[in-house]
């Protein structure tokens, strides 16, 4: 029971460490791709978003914002 309880910190570690550094590197490499293929860098956004009401009774609805990057 102890050995699947160290495994089981173990892999949380990992997958927190693995969450921070993995994906900037990799979008490193996405920007260099793109940057040789002459495509431009999508455009950061904030835009305004608005949504209709989910519920049955049309009551309400989500208000907020929306960054695209």
């Known amino acids: 029971m102890l050995g699947g309880a160290l495994a089981l910190v173990g892999f949380r570690i990992w997958a927190v460490v693995d969450a921070w550094v993995v ?17 431009t860098p999508p455009p950061v ?14 009551s309400g609805g989500v208000a907020g914002l929306s960054l695209s990057f």
């Open 23 to 39: 994906p900037p590197a990799h979008n490193r490499k996405v920007r260099a791709l793109r940057r040789s293929l002459g495509l």
């Open 45 to 58: 956004a904030l835009r305004p978003l608005l949504a209709p009401p989910q519920t049955p009774e049309g």
